[in-house]
Structures are given as structure tokens and as C-alpha cells.
């Protein structure tokens, strides 16, 4: 169907930023909508950031103001600018994206994870 594949995890100390990655493959007809969640250790996972194939931007509150989510349709490619980074901005971060892709015959709808990159804001 369609993979994701995430890059751009690291280790930084607060205050400090990262760039994430996440492409998508596949035999992809359109993509709906990108985003971005985290899973911190013991807790849910959360929607960080996301983005629609027209344009529409949805930000945790935790977040607003020290992140951007952006797109290269081109390349079905989604970013995430993470900015002032927070200890507690610490957790696993996963790629989704869903949207339509073409089968042998006609199209049906996929919905895909990344593998998940490791963010850790500590000095």
C-alpha cells in the first residue's frame, strides 16, 4: 500500500530545535491529510501537528507558537519545524498520513504509520 518513512530524531538540549521528515511511498492516488503524533513513555498518543491537502493546519495547544507543519506535495513529503523545545516535548514521533491508492483494479482508501523517530529535549 503506502509507507512512511521518518527521519530528523535526535537528541537536543531545551531551548534548542529539530526538523522531522516523513515521506511517503507507494502507489498513492492523493493524500488527504499528513500529521505528526508523539507517544511519550506511559502516556497516549497524541496529535502534535497536521496538515490538509488543501491547506488546513491543526496544532496541539502544547505546541502553538514553537512548531510548524509544512508540505511538499511534490515529493508527498510532510515536515515538522519544532522550535523552544521542552523537556516534556520528549517522546517517540510518528509520521500518519491517509488518503487513496490504486489497486490492481480501481482505488481504496489507505491510512499509514511511520515506524516513529525518537525526539529526547535533555541537557
Known amino acids: 500500500q503506502v509507507q512512511l518513512v521518518e527521519s530528523g530524531g535526535g537528541l537536543v538540549q531545551p531551548g534548542g530545535s529539530l526538523r522531522l521528515s516523513c515521506a511517503a511511498s507507494?502507489?498513492?492516488?492523493?493524500?488527504?491529510?499528513m500529521g505528526w503524533y508523539r507517544q511519550a513513555p506511559g502516556k497516549q498518543r497524541e496529535l502534535v501537528a497536521s496538515?490538509?491537502?488543501?491547506?488546513?493546519?491543526n496544532y496541539a495547544d502544547s505546541v502553538k507558537g514553537r512548531f510548524a507543519i509544512s508540505v511538499d506535495w511534490a515529493r508527498n513529503t510532510v515536515y515538522l519545524q519544532m522550535n523552544s523545545l521542552k523537556p516534556e516535548d520528549t517522546a517517540v514521533y510518528l509520521c500518519?498520513?491517509?488518503?487513496?491508492?490504486?489497486?490492481?483494479?480501481?482505488?481504496?482508501?489507505?491510512?499509514?504509520w511511520g515506524q516513529g523517530t525518537q525526539v529526547t529535549v535533555s541537557s
Open positions: 500518519n498520513a491517509e488518503g487513496t491508492y490504486y489497486r490492481s483494479i480501481g482505488r481504496d482508501a489507505f491510512a499509514s
Open positions: 507507494g502507489r498513492i492516488s492523493s493524500i488527504r491529510v
Open positions: 496538515i490538509t491537502s488543501g491547506g488546513s493546519t
